[in-house]
């Protein structure tokens, strides 16, 4: 089955920085890569997904790419602020499928 | 509007206690409906999905069982809590017409089992 790989654990930028967050996939035939933002105490929700047929996509300060070919796909946060501090959470599943296998998670903290 | 509530949000159990978490979706008709276990530094992990009344599948072969007795009702259960069993429960729904991106989550039921 799906296998789905998220580093870093945690990371801690400066406000204004870049973060940068990155996942690995095992199923070739996964096409279907959202990540969810979860604030402390509160539950997962999405802020971004990309299909397989794009290579990269953007909402305002976020962005995501992906590399088919590497099966690893990468999440951007441009000009970071003190409330994209949460746990940021990959996943990937094929638009067949009704399982969507979630990473390990990365804890973000953006430094005032 | 579509809603989910998941209960109860707490939860301490002795070990070799049952367990029933219910999860309830209002405002759709026919959703997919998951159960997830959040436990620290392993993320997201899916335990049940179903995709209609009575039709579950089991993701992780452990102590947890899960029915769906209404189109929009959920329910985990346990006939016996194990110490491993302890962690963060999250219920969600997603569409009807296939896997089309989004899960709407519980706000989650944190269970401890001592």
């Known amino acids: 089955g799906e296998n789905v790989e998220q580093h870093p654990s945690t990371l801690s930028v400066q406000e204004g920085d870049s973060a940068v967050i990155k996942c690995t996939y095992s199923?070739?035939?996964?096409?279907?890569f959202p990540w969810y933002k979860q604030e402390l105490g509160k539950r997962p929700q999405l802020i971004i997904d990309?299909?397989?047929?794009?290579g990269e996509k953007k909402d305002q300060r976020i962005a995501v790419t992906l590399n088919k070919t590497a099966k690893h796909f990468s999440l951007h946060i441009t000009e970071t602020q003190p409330e994209d501090s949460a746990v940021y959470f990959c996943?990937?599943?094929?638009?067949?499928?009704?399982?969507?296998?979630f990473g390990s998670g990365t804890r973000l903290l953006v430094r005032p | 509007s579509q809603t989910i509530h998941q209960w109860p949000a707490t939860l301490v159990q002795p070990v070799g206690s049952p367990l029933s978490l219910e999860c309830t979706v209002e405002g759709t008709s026919n959703p997919n409906l998951y159960w997830y276990r959040q436990a620290a530094g392993r993320g997201l992990q899916l335990l049940f999905y179903?995709?209609?009344?009575?039709?579950i599948s089991s993701e992780v072969p452990q102590n947890l069982s899960a029915s769906r007795p209404q189109d929009r009702q959920f329910i985990l259960s346990s006939k016996k809590l194990l110490l491993s069993d302890s962690g963060f429960y999250l219920c969600?729904?997603?569409?009807?017409?296939?896997?089309?991106?989004?899960?709407?989550f519980g706000e989650g039921s944190r269970l401890t089992v001592l």
């Open positions: 996943a990937a599943a094929m638009d067949s499928s009704y399982k969507l296998i």
């Open positions: 990309i299909r397989s047929n794009v």
């Open positions: 199923d070739s035939a996964s096409n279907y």
């Open positions: 969600a729904w997603s569409v009807e017409t296939g896997y089309t991106g989004e899960l709407f």
């Open positions: 179903s995709v209609g009344i009575g039709q």
